[in-house]
């Protein structure tokens, strides 16, 4: 495995790390890593993984796995969605009018 997902172990604090590594493309490592990590800690786990796992989840388990606010962001991020995306894009000029 990757030196680099050493930054991932803080996100962990409650489970045994050797066992995280195990399983670090599972929807609960990718969940935990999305709704808690930072920037760099989500770029860590995409580059381990890959984006294509990181689509699959949001579109298979994002809604149950993740806070709405998250799921949101993350769709938007990935593009998983692009109907989603379109409309979130058409409404962009009219953010913050009265």
Do not use: H
């Not at 030196?3 to 490592?29: G, Q």
């Not at 890593?33 to 580059?47: F, R």
């Not at 294509?52 to 993740?66: A, D, I, N, P, S």
Request: include cysteine.
């Amino acid at each position: 495995m990757d030196k680099n997902l050493k930054i991932l172990k803080e996100l962990f604090w409650d489970y045994e790390w050797s066992s995280v590594l195990e399983k670090i493309d599972s929807p609960f490592v990718i969940a935990r890593v999305l709704e808690i990590g930072d920037e760099e800690q989500v770029k860590t786990l995409e580059k381990a993984i890959g984006k294509r796992k990181v689509r699959r989840f949001l579109k298979k388990y994002g809604r149950r796995f993740l806070s709405e606010m998250s799921y949101n962001f993350w769709i938007y991020c990935y593009e998983t969605n692009k109907k989603t995306q379109r409309s979130y894009i058409g409404n962009k000029r009219s953010f913050g009018r009265r």
